[in-house]
């Protein structure tokens, strides 16, 4: 079952449209080994790094013509406890051969960060050895349930996405394990550094007790203050990718 496309607004509503179009299920090769689970690496105490590699992106442009392998590298040794790969071709730079050869590179659990909008992008991440599926409650709305349960079947933890409190509604309905709070509109592109912990304490005054992620925009140390005791882990790209050295940025930030 495919969500409606047709009224996402904005940047958000034409990736998610041409990445629609492209899906054309074909047969894929064996899933790679297990890894540890990528929402049981975030349980552990204190904020937990998910580094992101990712080359270009729409409010960028290009960030870094770095290759994947070594991106990922220099997380695993600064201390990231998952990475997240950015899948999307046109807007983002990224391919699922970046995935797998990641995959084949470090052993930490692997997010793929992409516009899922087809069941068959479930199978597909799985297949190119990622751990977690990122899903994003504007694109899918009523459907969140229903690619969760999906990922569940194929033994995939998803990274469930929201920015406004409808959103986060939403997520929580659908019983989300993992909610990732994006600072960024993917509408307009903006960010706003106070909707994470704003929504993470309604997430969590709500009962949630599932593993909470905030995402985009963090550059510095003094930033990630407001998401210590309320959130698991926190999702950093572009910084980091802009940093001559990855490994030393990503120490620097967390400690
Ligand atoms: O590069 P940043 O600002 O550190 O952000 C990372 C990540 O949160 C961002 O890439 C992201 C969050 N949600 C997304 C959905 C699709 C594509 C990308 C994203």
Redesign the pocket.
């Known amino acids: 079952m495919r969500p409606h496309l047709s009224r996402v607004p904005g940047v958000l509503g034409e990736i998610a449209r041409r990445r629609a179009e492209e899906v054309v299920p074909y047969p894929l090769p064996p899933a790679p080994e297990a890894v540890p689970s990528f929402r049981e690496v975030l349980f552990q105490p204190g904020l937990s790094v998910i580094a ?1 590699v ?1 080359k270009s ?1 729409p409010s960028e442009g290009a960030i870094r013509a770095l290759d994947s392998v070594a991106a990922a590298r220099a997380y695993q040794r600064g201390g990231a406890r998952a990475i997240s790969v950015l899948t999307e071709p046109h807007y ?1 730079g990224g391919s699922l051969e970046d995935l797998l050869r990641v995959r084949q590179a470090v052993d930490l659990p692997l997010l793929r ?1 992409d ?1 899922v909008v087809d069941p068959f992008m479930l199978k597909e991440a799985r297949a190119y050895g990622a751990s977690a599926v ?1 899903l ?1 409650v504007a694109l899918l709305g009523e459907l969140t349930g229903v690619y969760l349960e999906e990922a569940r079947r194929l033994g995939l933890d998803a990274l469930v ?1 929201v920015h406004t409190e409808r959103e986060l509604e939403l997520a929580l309905e659908a019983e989300a394990e993992m909610v990732g709070i ?1 600072n ?1 509109n ?1 509408t307009t592109l903006q960010i706003d550094l106070t909707t994470a912990p704003r929504l993470g304490r309604l997430a969590r005054e709500a009962g949630f007790g599932g593993v909470l992620v905030a ?4 550059s510095r140390r003094e930033e990630l203050k407001p998401l210590e005791g309320l959130f698991d882990a926190v ?5 980091l990718m802009k940093s001559p050295d990855l490994e030393e940025a990503l120490r620097a930030l967390v400690g």
């Open positions: 992101e990712k992106s983002f960060k516009f990122l994003i996405e994006n960024r993917l995402e985009s925009g963090y999702l950093i790209g572009t910084s």
